[in-house]
């Protein structure tokens, strides 16, 4: 068997292994070393069992994942998110959100859209976002007389946008595989998230204006007065997107890196939950408890897949994947499609963590022969991932909301209630695909053309 053959057993075997149910991070260390030890075996020069050149890239791989700049504002956006759920603050930007929209159509499902975008980027977590909106946003929509489907829908799409806008967790990553600068990735992700949420909430006052019994209007004695209505929304609205906005301005203007302005983010959301006097000593020990676990996920998925993807390259995985896809002279707009395709099955398995530190590498190498921008890529994969999480029958997003949901909640009802974003989705990537100035046109002109 030929080296090249071994490397595409290696990645056939790992997705096989995932697909089983073992811990990814893991099932990547395992198998980096394991073929890894094969690759750079060399009899020759082999003194005893542990002299192989794996354990030096494991260790190589290790330290320049802990050393990365990039990846510091990971925990501390993390911690930013945790600590805003852990104190209630999520709690209050829903309820003062919904009293702002009392007069739209769906006023709730808006809130709980908006709501889900901005929460979204604190955590770029899609199961922390969907569950807690399951439970904060969920029971309250159905008890105003919301059609279930109609609600589900609305937390499932609402909950994965955390993916697309910034400060999403999501594009560090990218940012860290492609070896681009994150602040452009931020830029050119704003108008996409931004009209991305704008379509969910056009679709969404739509249908409850030509069908109002989906999504009932509030009653008459339940809307507060309009001095409650305004200091409810100055004390809950407007410090939190003040304090995000706070944190994209000084990236996106230069005046902080990422890790800086992530670290200020997470110093006010400590501030803010002490200003509402929500910070217990136990709520902050979960909010450090969930950062650290879900850090130390990140971290060991790199370690393993930089690993992995070394081996995989020396064996000559990705000269043979490059060469195959090359020689089917598909042209710029088939690669694009068989790319997204193939990421969007992925999405079915896979969390996007997975999906962007191991499989976007393979076709990073291929982005230039096609003549296709990096950046631009980023947002198209950025957008799929929408879908990955909202298709039946594997949507994560809908299992999500099922394990928190009122048990006369059926599962195909989610799925139903899922199926109009998907369409949203789609034909916002369409849409970016004509209009590439969409996701390109704030990254040039805030540092010029990469």
Known sequence: MTDP???????????????????????LVAMGLGFGYYAYFDPFRMEHLFDNRIFDLFVQNTFAVMSNDVLVAVPLFLFMGYIVERANIVNRLFFSIQLAAR?????MAVAALLTCAVFATATGIVGAVVTLMGMLAFPAMLKAGYEPKFASGVICAGGCLGILIPPSIMLIVYAAIAEMSP??????????????TGFYILYVVGRAFFDPSLAPKPREEDVPTFQKIVLQLL????????????????????LATPAEAAGVGAF????LAAIYRSLTWERLKEAVFLCARTSAMVCWLFVGSWTFASVFSYLGGHDTIRDWVLSMDIGTVGFLIMAQVIIFLLGWPLEWSEIIIIFVPIFLPMLEPFGVDPLFFGMLVA?????SFL????????????????????????????MPYLAIVIFTMVLMYNFP????WLPEYFFGKG
């Open 5 to 27: 053959q071994v490397a595409i057993m290696m990645l056939g075997l790992f997705i096989f292994m995932v697909l089983l149910g073992f811990p990814i991070a893991f099932t």
């Open 103 to 107: 007069n739209l159509p769906g006023s």
């Open 183 to 196: 602040l452009r990735l931020y830029a050119g992700a704003m108008f996409p998230g931004l009209i991305l």
């Open 235 to 254: 004390t809950s609205f407007v410090p939190l997107a003040a304090l995000i906005l706070s944190v994209l301005g000084a990236i996106l203007f230069g």
């Open 268 to 271: 006010g959301g400590l501030l």
């Open 383 to 387: 957008l799929n991932l929408q879908t």
């Open 391 to 418: 298709t039946p029958p594997m949507a994560m997003a809908a299992y999500y909301l099922k394990g928190v949901a009122p048990s006369h909640i059926q599962l195909i009802d989610i799925f139903r209630g899922i």
């Open 437 to 440: 100035g969409i996701a390109l």
